[in-house]
């Protein structure tokens, strides 16, 4: 006997989920993981600080852009929430009048961590280049590792790497640049083992 179709959750299914998780619509599937953890929410926040004055306001940079924190986006039948996410405001001109978002960003941000990395690596990413989205950058904290990628004839092309100790110079916000390391409010956690680490006695003679 062939098996029951699956049933594909709907927007009631997400309004039910409690509100101290974070729920999307992936491929038919609710999908749900804690709200992010400090370390997480405070990259984010600074990373969104440090786009917002010289792209959204023109304080040192070029200005035209609008950028939303955790909006939530419906992308055809897909329901998704990106950690950050900017529009060229030519592109969005009007503020939304509704709760979430149906034009496709420009860019996109998605600040990895164990319970999302899975999705934010994999179906997400695939989401994002199906919505045209131009430019996806993929920051993982514990790493202290920031990947930039364009979207190329449909594909994703990785564009570079920056790392803890680099300055992040990628497109589309290459006019302004700034380290990676402004984004940590606390010590690299390798170096701070280094430095706490006991020192060696030297070897007997």
Avoid: N
Wanted: net charge negative; charged share 25%; aromatic share 8%.
């Amino acid at each position: 006997m062939a098996g029951a179709a699956r049933r594909l959750a709907t927007y009631a299914d997400l309004e039910a989920v409690p509100a101290h998780l974070v729920a999307e619509i992936v491929d038919g599937v609710l999908e749900t993981h804690p709200r992010p953890r400090p370390r997480h929410a405070s990259v984010s926040l600074k990373l969104g600080g440090e786009l917002d004055f010289p792209f959204g306001r023109g304080r040192g940079g070029p200005g035209g852009w609008v950028f939303m924190s955790e909006p939530e986006l419906h992308l055809g039948h897909h329901v998704v929430v990106p950690d950050l996410a900017g529009w060229r405001r030519e592109r969005m001109p009007v503020e939304p009048d509704t709760a979430f978002v149906e034009t496709p960003p420009d860019w996109v941000c998605e600040i990895l961590s164990p319970s999302t990395a899975r999705l934010d690596r994999g179906p997400k990413r695939r989401i994002y280049a199906e919505a045209g989205i131009g430019h996806l950058w993929l920051l993982d904290p514990g790493d202290g590792v920031l990947e930039a990628f364009a979207l190329v004839d449909g594909r994703w092309l990785l564009l570079g790497t920056v790392q803890r100790g680099e300055t992040v110079a990628m497109p589309p916000f290459d006019a302004a640049p700034f380290p990676l390391d402004d984004l940590f409010p606390f010590d690299d956690p390798a170096a701070q083992s280094a430095q706490t680490a006991p020192p060696t006695a030297p070897p007997e003679t």
